[in-house]
């Protein structure tokens, strides 16, 4: 952070967080579109409102896990955890405890991916209990993440 920041200059861990937000949040990444799922045409907006919401969730989950082996990570996670709160509050999303509601949401992802994913989708069906592409959306989510965790740890390890 030091002295440059007196001169309007962003810190290394401020434009590192802003470039992970960049890479995994900003953009849908993968196939798994809402016509894909079904999702209603009136139901959209929430479907990517949501689906944003757990993008964020899950690109601060990877990068805590990544900084577990990275202490020099944590100033990273910390900014990515201001720059998540800030967009939140700018769309007038909920931000307490939203990042301990990341590590939940994860977890139970790899747990019980069928369940996740059932819950996930819940708000966008008429019956709760349709199957449809439920496992396969459970599976993109997981390589989200997975993907997400391995990119920071790959760019990380070439930055050493």
């Known amino acids: 952070m030091g002295w440059f920041n007196w001169f309007g200059r962003k810190s290394h861990e401020t434009v590192y967080a802003e470039r992970i937000y960049e890479a995994f949040v900003d953009d849908e990444m993968g196939d798994m579109t809402p016509d894909k799922l079904r999702v209603p045409k009136e139901a959209l907006r929430r479907y990517q409102e949501k689906a944003l919401f757990h993008r964020e969730a899950f690109a601060f989950a990877a990068l805590a896990k990544a900084a577990t082996n990275d202490p020099l990570l944590l100033r990273v996670l910390m900014e990515l955890e201001r720059l998540i709160v800030t967009k939140r509050s700018?769309?007038?999303?909920?931000?307490?405890?939203?990042?301990?509601?990341?590590?939940?949401?994860?977890?139970?992802?790899?747990?019980?991916?069928?369940?996740?994913?059932?819950?996930?989708?819940?708000?966008?069906?008429?019956?709760?209990?349709?199957?449809?592409?439920?496992f396969h959306f459970a599976n993109?989510?997981?390589?989200?993440?997975?993907?997400?965790?391995?990119?920071?740890?790959?760019?990380?390890?070439?930055?050493?």
């Open 90 to 134: 700018g769309r007038g999303a909920p931000v307490e405890k939203t990042m301990d509601a990341a590590f939940h949401d994860v977890e139970r992802l790899f747990v019980d991916p069928f369940k996740w994913a059932q819950d996930w989708l819940s708000e966008f069906r008429s019956d709760p209990d349709d199957n449809f592409m439920v």
């Open 140 to 160: 993109h989510w997981q390589a989200q993440f997975k993907g997400m965790k391995g990119g920071i740890e790959k760019t990380r390890r070439r930055q050493s």
